[in-house]
């Protein structure tokens, strides 16, 4: 289906009644490199929260499989989007999630916090960077689809409309950013991790700023980051803008970009959903 097509099937889709293929198509057809980027860098927002980024600290996984947590992380999600959360392998990821979660004492304000960066961290992303602005329909088929698997994963007070809902997460940032010495320590081994996806280690010194020249100076602040010079910062945000600007004359890739299907060298002969996320052995196979 070229990309014309697709944003004109997406105009013709019921944002709350088919948000699973809204968010298929835009994950997979529309915006797959923008959505993983965007993605990626709402992880740090998450690390700016002392309660979030203590307790990764705590458990240690983190710091220890930084790649393995990662690719976990983002195939749970990625099940959830390809497939939907009514499939099979869906309802097997978020029950993954679910029992993974369980174990650790995450306020429900923390979840909400999470899963509102989930939504808004992309739409933000591709409205500064993207070939094009999501349109309203695709905004709120964004809400809609998280805020269902925020209910399936029981977070409670979930806000009702799109508008609400990144109110909060406005205002939740404002007031739970806060330095702490906990930050630092996954921010750190986050960077590491982004650049060892393109550099090798000898070069990680060369390429730090240019990921710290991608995330706001006042998230580096409370991350404990330097901040990196002006022009560095102006020349990232032109080339992502840029590469936005020829995006739009690329053409639409034969197949969905999936996630899924990726080679990983932290799973070289394939995954298993019971394999993902950090278990004890007495309850790694439940």
């Not at 002392?50 to 099940?79: C, M, W």
């Not at 499939?87 to 306020?107: C, E, V, Y």
């Not at 029981?154 to 809902?165: A, G, K, L």
Request: glycine share 4%; net charge positive; charged share 25%.
């Amino acid at each position: 289906m070229a990309r014309k097509q697709i944003t004109e099937r997406i105009t013709h889709l019921d944002p709350q009644k088919d948000c699973q293929e809204i968010m298929f198509l835009l994950t997979c057809h529309v915006f797959p490199w923008d959505i993983e980027r965007a993605l990626e860098f709402a992880l740090f927002r998450t690390y700016a929260i002392p309660t979030i980024s203590s307790l990764i600290v705590k458990t240690g996984e983190f710091q220890k499989r930084p790649h393995k947590r990662y690719d976990d992380t983002q195939l749970l999600l990625a099940e959830i989007t390809e497939n939907g959360y009514d499939s099979d392998r869906g309802k097997k990821a978020l029950n993954r999630m679910n029992q993974m979660h369980g174990r650790f004492p995450i306020s429900n304000d923390d979840f909400l916090y999470v899963l509102s960066t989930l939504t808004y961290e992309p739409i933000r992303w591709i409205e500064k960077y993207g070939w094009r602005s999501l349109t309203r329909n695709e905004q709120l088929a964004c809400f809609y689809f998280y805020r269902e698997m925020g209910h399936r994963m029981h977070i409670r007070d979930i806000p009702e409309s799109y508008e609400e809902f990144e109110q909060f997460n406005r205002d939740y940032e404002q007031t739970n950013f806060v330095l702490a010495s906990s930050n630092p320590v996954i921010a750190k081994v986050t960077v590491n991790l982004f650049l060892s996806f393109y550099l090798p280690r000898l070069f990680w010194s060369l390429g730090k700023p240019l990921i710290y020249a991608a995330i706001d100076n006042h998230l580096l602040e409370v991350l404990d980051l330097p901040s990196p010079p002006k022009f560095l910062r102006e020349s990232i945000t032109g080339l992502l803008q840029l590469r936005g600007k020829f995006a739009r004359f690329l053409q639409e890739p034969s197949k969905p970009i999936l996630l899924t299907a990726r080679k990983r060298p932290t799973y070289p002969q394939g995954y298993k959903l019971e394999e993902l996320g950090t278990f004890t052995h007495a309850n790694r196979s439940n």
